[in-house]
C-alpha cells in the first residue's frame, strides 16, 4: 500500500490504472493510424491529444465509478467482460453528453467504434496480466501476528480476505503468555527462536502486533525493537486496519493512536479547499439533477398531496444542531413520538419515498445546507441528537466525528450498509474516524466517485 495525502492506496490498483490509461490513450492512436491506412480519412476532433486524454479520462472515471478499481475477488476473463461492458457503456453515454457541449472533440463514427473495441481489448489485456502478476509469491506480504486472541483471529481475517490487488501469506500468530488465545493450534508459531530469527526463517515482511495490553511483562519490547532495526516491518492492528479496510477500530484504538498518529487536518488550506470544493460541487450537482429534483417534488406532491420537503434537527461541527432538509419520503407526521432507526421495506415510507430513497434522490436538497455553510459535500453524516446522545454514552470517541462538518455523502456511506442500529453506527464510526483523521481533497474526489456507484447499484438504502 502507498499513501496519497494521507489516504492509502493499493500499489497493484494504482499500477493497473496507469497501465490502463496508457492503453486507453494508445487504442486513439491505433485507430488513427489504421483509419488513415485504409484511406478512410481523418480524424474529425479538431485537437486529437485533449480528445484522446479526454477520452482516457471519462473511461477511467466510468470504471472507478462502477468499482473496477475496488473489488474483493479475482476476476477471471468472463467476470473482467461483464464488468467492462457497463463501464464502457456509462463512459459513452458521458461522452457523448460532452460531445454534445462541445462538439469539436467529435471523433467520428467509424473511428469512434474502432477507438472503443481497441480501447476495451487494452483493458482486458491489462488486467490479465496485472492479476496474474499479483498472483506471483514474489507480490505476497508474508505476516507474523503477535497474539493470538481475539483481535488477531480478527486481522489474520481481514488479511485472508484480502483478494485480488494486494494479497497475504499469514505465517502463522505467536502466542504471549498471559493472554487468552482463540486462534485454532494449527495457526500458532513453534517458540524457541527469536522473533527476528523467526521473521527471517518465514520470510516475513511484516510482524503485526495485536495486543491491547502492552504494559504486561510478557510483552516483546526487546524483540520487536531487533525486527525493526533488522529490516522488519513492525506494525500494530491499528495501523494493519487503517491501511487495509479504511478503518480506525474502537476495539484495537488507544487514544495515544489518535492524539500521535498524525491527521487530523484543520488548516486553513484544507478549510478554505473544502469550501471551495463544497461550492463548486454543489453548483454543478444541483445543475445536472434539477430536472429530477423538480419531477420528485411533482412525484410527492402528487403522491398523497403532502408537502415536497423535509425539515429535521442533526448534530453538526463541534455538536451544533441545525436543521437538514430532504425531500419527504414517509407519510405526514410518520416520526412523532420516540425516534426509530429506519428499517429495510419501512413501512412509514411512501410509494414516491421508496423509489428517492433507493436512488438516495431524497438527500438531494441538502445542498443547500451546504450553501449555508452548515454541512460539506464529503463527510459524517449528521444524525439526530437523540441518537447522538445515547451513542455518545455507549460508544467510545463517537464525538470525535463532530470535529469536522457532516456531509451529505461520506466513507461510511460508500463502504457500509444504512445504519440502523448502535451496532451499525459502531461500524459506520470507525470508517468516520478514518475520514476525520485522514480527510483530503482527494480523499474527497474517491467518495464522490464511489457515490456515483453506490447511487447507480442502489446500495445499503432503505
Same mark, same amino acid.
Given at each position: 500500500?502507498?499513501?496519497?495525502?494521507?489516504?492509502?492506496?493499493?500499489?497493484?490498483?494504482?499500477?493497473?490504472?496507469?497501465?490502463?490509461?496508457?492503453?486507453?490513450?494508445?487504442?486513439?492512436?491505433?485507430?488513427?493510424?489504421?483509419?488513415?491506412?485504409?484511406?478512410?480519412?481523418?480524424?474529425?476532433?479538431?485537437?486529437?491529444?485533449?480528445?484522446?486524454?479526454?477520452?482516457?479520462?471519462?473511461?477511467?472515471?466510468?470504471?472507478?465509478?462502477?468499482?473496477?478499481?475496488?473489488?474483493?475477488?479475482?476476476?477471471?476473463?468472463?467476470?473482467?467482460?461483464?464488468?467492462?461492458?457497463?463501464?464502457?457503456?456509462?463512459?459513452?453515454?458521458?461522452?457523448?453528453?460532452? #460531445?454534445?457541449?462541445?462538439?469539436?472533440?467529435?471523433?467520428?463514427?467509424?473511428?469512434?467504434?474502432?477507438?472503443?473495441?481497441? %480501447?476495451?481489448?487494452? &483493458? &482486458?489485456?491489462?488486467?490479465?496480466?496485472?492479476?496474474?502478476?499479483?498472483?506471483?509469491?514474489?507480490?505476497?506480504?508474508?505476516?507474523?501476528?503477535?497474539?493470538?486472541?481475539?483481535?488477531?483471529?480478527? =486481522?489474520?481475517?481481514?488479511?485472508?480476505?484480502?483478494?485480488?490487488?494486494?494479497?497475504?501469506?499469514?505465517?502463522?500468530?505467536?502466542?504471549?503468555?498471559?493472554?487468552?488465545? &482463540?486462534?485454532?493450534?494449527? =495457526?500458532?508459531?513453534?517458540?524457541?527462536?527469536?522473533?527476528?530469527?523467526?521473521?527471517?526463517?518465514?520470510?516475513?515482511?511484516?510482524?503485526?502486533?495485536?495486543?491491547?495490553?502492552?504494559?504486561?511483562?510478557?510483552?516483546?519490547?526487546?524483540?520487536?525493537?531487533? =525486527?525493526?532495526?533488522?529490516?522488519?516491518?513492525?506494525?500494530?492492528?491499528?495501523?494493519?486496519?487503517?491501511?487495509?479496510?479504511?478503518? #480506525?477500530?474502537?476495539?484495537?484504538?488507544?487514544?495515544?493512536?489518535?492524539?500521535?498518529?498524525?491527521?487530523?487536518?484543520?488548516?486553513?488550506?484544507?478549510?478554505?479547499?473544502?469550501?471551495?470544493?463544497?461550492?463548486?460541487?454543489?453548483?454543478?450537482?444541483?445543475?445536472?439533477?434539477?430536472?429530477?429534483?423538480?419531477?420528485?417534488?411533482?412525484?410527492?406532491?402528487?403522491?398523497?398531496?403532502?408537502?415536497?420537503?423535509?425539515?429535521?434537527?442533526?448534530?453538526?461541527?463541534?455538536?451544533? &444542531?441545525?436543521?437538514?432538509?430532504?425531500?419527504?419520503?414517509?407519510?405526514?407526521?410518520?416520526?412523532? %413520538?420516540?425516534?426509530?432507526?429506519?428499517?429495510?421495506?419501512?413501512?412509514?415510507?411512501?410509494?414516491?419515498?421508496?423509489?428517492?430513497?433507493?436512488?438516495? #434522490?431524497?438527500?438531494?436538497?441538502?445542498?443547500?445546507?451546504?450553501?449555508?455553510?452548515?454541512?460539506?459535500?464529503?463527510?459524517?453524516?449528521?444524525?439526530?441528537?437523540?441518537?447522538?446522545?445515547?451513542?455518545?454514552?455507549?460508544?467510545?470517541?463517537?464525538?470525535?466525528?463532530?470535529?469536522?462538518?457532516?456531509?451529505?455523502? %461520506?466513507?461510511?456511506?460508500?463502504?457500509?450498509?444504512?445504519?440502523?442500529?448502535?451496532?451499525?453506527?459502531?461500524?459506520?464510526?470507525?470508517?468516520?474516524?478514518?475520514?476525520?483523521?485522514?480527510?483530503?481533497?482527494?480523499?474527497?474526489?474517491?467518495?464522490?466517485?464511489?457515490?456515483?456507484?453506490?447511487?447507480?447499484?442502489?446500495?445499503?438504502?432503505?
Amino acid at each position: 500500500m502507498i499513501r496519497i495525502f494521507n489516504h492509502y492506496v493499493s500499489k497493484m490498483a494504482f499500477i493497473l490504472l496507469l497501465v490502463e490509461l496508457v492503453m486507453l490513450l494508445a487504442s486513439v492512436s491505433v485507430a488513427s493510424a489504421i483509419w488513415v491506412s485504409d484511406g478512410q480519412g481523418h480524424f474529425r476532433a479538431e485537437n486529437l491529444y485533449v480528445s484522446s486524454l479526454t477520452f482516457a479520462l471519462v473511461i477511467i472515471f466510468s470504471m472507478s465509478a462502477l468499482g473496477m478499481y475496488q473489488h474483493g475477488s479475482r476476476e477471471g476473463m468472463r467476470t473482467t467482460l461483464f464488468r467492462i461492458m457497463p463501464s464502457f457503456a456509462l463512459g459513452f453515454a458521458l461522452l457523448s453528453a460532452l #460531445i454534445a457541449v462541445r462538439p469539436e472533440m467529435y471523433f467520428g463514427r467509424g473511428v469512434s467504434s474502432a477507438i472503443f473495441a481497441i %480501447g476495451a481489448l487494452g &483493458v &482486458v489485456l491489462a488486467r490479465l496480466v496485472v492479476f496474474k502478476s499479483a498472483e506471483s509469491a514474489l507480490l505476497e506480504a508474508r505476516l507474523i501476528f503477535i497474539g493470538s486472541g481475539s483481535m488477531a483471529r480478527e =486481522c489474520m481475517d481481514l488479511a485472508g480476505s484480502k483478494f485480488g490487488f494486494h494479497q497475504f501469506k499469514v505465517v502463522g500468530c505467536i502466542p504471549v503468555a498471559g493472554e487468552e488465545g &482463540v486462534v485454532h493450534e494449527a =495457526c500458532l508459531l513453534p517458540m524457541g527462536d527469536s522473533l527476528l530469527t523467526m521473521a527471517r526463517k518465514y520470510e516475513a515482511s511484516e510482524v503485526v502486533v495485536t495486543l491491547s495490553n502492552r504494559r504486561e511483562s510478557g510483552f516483546p519490547t526487546r524483540e520487536l525493537l531487533e =525486527c525493526a532495526l533488522g529490516g522488519v516491518r513492525v506494525i500494530d492492528a491499528a495501523t494493519f486496519f487503517e491501511r487495509e479496510a479504511c478503518q #480506525i477500530r474502537l476495539d484495537s484504538l488507544q487514544p495515544s493512536y489518535l492524539i500521535f498518529g498524525g491527521g487530523f487536518d484543520q488548516s486553513f488550506y484544507r478549510a478554505t479547499s473544502k469550501r471551495l470544493f463544497d461550492l463548486f460541487a454543489s453548483v454543478l450537482v444541483g445543475l445536472i439533477a434539477m430536472p429530477v429534483m423538480l419531477v420528485t417534488a411533482a412525484a410527492i406532491r402528487l403522491d398523497d398531496g403532502g408537502p415536497v420537503f423535509y425539515r429535521q434537527e442533526r448534530v453538526g461541527r463541534d455538536g451544533r &444542531v441545525f436543521r437538514v432538509l430532504k425531500f419527504r419520503s414517509m407519510h405526514k407526521n410518520a416520526e412523532e %413520538g420516540v425516534p426509530t432507526w429506519a428499517t429495510a421495506n419501512d413501512p412509514r415510507a411512501t410509494r414516491v419515498g421508496r423509489i428517492i430513497r433507493t436512488l438516495r #434522490i431524497d438527500e438531494l436538497p441538502q445542498i443547500f445546507n451546504v450553501f449555508r455553510g452548515e454541512m460539506s459535500f464529503v463527510g459524517p453524516r449528521p444524525e439526530r441528537a437523540y441518537f447522538v446522545d445515547e451513542l455518545a454514552r455507549e460508544v467510545p470517541y463517537y464525538n470525535v466525528r463532530h470535529g469536522i462538518k457532516p456531509g451529505i455523502t %461520506g466513507l461510511a456511506q460508500v463502504r457500509y450498509q444504512y445504519g440502523a442500529s448502535t451496532q451499525d453506527a459502531i461500524q459506520k464510526l470507525q470508517y468516520d474516524l478514518y475520514y476525520v483523521k485522514n480527510n483530503s481533497l482527494f480523499l474527497d474526489l474517491l467518495i464522490l466517485i464511489d457515490t456515483v456507484q453506490v447511487v447507480l447499484m442502489g446500495k445499503g438504502s432503505r
